[in-house]
């Protein structure tokens, strides 16, 4: 809206009334890790809205899902997971119900935003908690990702011992 005000687009005097409190939210393709919650709420919806039983989605379908760069936001995703349930004839959405939009798009690798100043240790343990996260909780593969011994992660688990990222 600031770039419609000083295009002229928009008035800048109602623009400084509703600016009173400013949310910044980043695109979808920056929040991936908000998807599969938005997955759930969606098939949740979907399910009472069409009278479906869908109940899940292959970790498959979810990780196409998360892949994918997400132009169109979250409406976009809510229709993809609408159009996966209505072609659904099971109660699980796989890969198969997806736009070939979204099967044919290359994986891209995730990146992890963080805010400049965290502490060096928290920098890590969400380094380690998103790789285990993207990883479905393998932990070999999380320590050959990120270069440590498998003895080495699990010290780094036990030190930071939260409930909440493991």
């Known amino acids: 809206m600031r770039e419609a005000v000083e ?3 928009f008035r800048r005097d109602l623009y400084f009334r509703l600016e009173v409190f400013t949310i910044n939210l980043p695109p979808l393709r920056e929040r991936w890790d908000d998807i599969p919650l938005l997955v759930k709420y969606y098939i949740i919806l979907f399910n009472k809205e069409m ?12 990780d196409y899902l998360i892949k994918y760069e997400w132009t169109g936001n979250v409406r976009e995703l809510k229709n993809v997971i609408q159009r996966a349930m209505l072609l659904s004839k099971r109660n699980i959405i796989t890969p198969e119900y ?5 099967l044919a798009q290359n994986p891209v690798k995730k990146t992890l935003n963080l805010e400049i100043g965290l502490p060096l ?5 969400r380094y380690i908690e998103r790789t285990l996260w993207w990883l479905q909780g393998n932990k070999l593969k999380a320590a050959k990702s990120l270069g440590i011994s498998r003895r080495a992660l699990y010290n780094k688990i036990e030190d930071y011992a939260s409930k909440t990222i493991w």
Not at 51 to 62: C, P
Not at 121 to 125: D, F, L, Y
């Open 121 to 125: 240790k928290e920098v890590e343990k």
């Open 7 to 9: 295009g002229g687009i």
């Open 98 to 102: 997806l736009p070939e939009r979204i």
């Open 51 to 62: 009278g479906k039983a869908v109940n899940k989605i292959s970790r498959e379908a979810l």
